[in-house]
């Protein structure tokens, strides 16, 4: 399996943004996948927030984070980025990036439809 690696992480306030990105370790493009943003809260299951069908475009959000959060791929496909905004302390926790070349995009907030995951990078957003 390919190992992804999270970037961007750090201690906002209220109200701030942040962005997130993600890279598999070596060169790789990711074109025709099914990738998403997780993130695990302190006490919380893991949670789907954000992913992308980068076969087509399409995205999809959580309500939580609809109209706060963007997901997004670079024009290279190598990088994946999660741009946060309006940060609330709800916001804080461990976030994943993850990939799956089965673009199964009506389970996409099922874990394990994913097979590459990154290490997680902590945001915490104080009041």
């Known amino acids: 399996a390919q190992a992804l690696v999270e970037r961007g992480g750090g201690s906002v306030q209220t109200g701030g943004s942040l962005r997130l990105s993600c890279a598999a370790d070596g060169y790789y493009k990711f074109n025709r996948y099914l990738l998403a943003w997780f993130r695990r809260a302190p006490g919380k299951d893991r949670e789907g927030i954000a992913a992308i069908n980068t076969a087509n475009g399409d995205t999809y959000y959580v309500d939580s984070v609809k109209g706060r959060f963007t997901i997004s791929l670079d024009v290279t496909e190598t990088t994946l980025y999660l741009d946060m905004n309006t940060l609330q302390p709800d916001d804080t926790a461990m976030y994943y990036c993850?990939?799956?070349?089965?673009?199964?995009?009506?389970?996409?907030?099922?874990?394990?439809?994913?097979?590459?995951w990154g290490q997680g990078t902590q945001v915490t957003v104080s009041s």
């Open positions: 993850a990939a799956s070349p089965a673009i199964i995009y009506w389970r996409r907030w099922d874990p394990d439809v994913y097979d590459w």
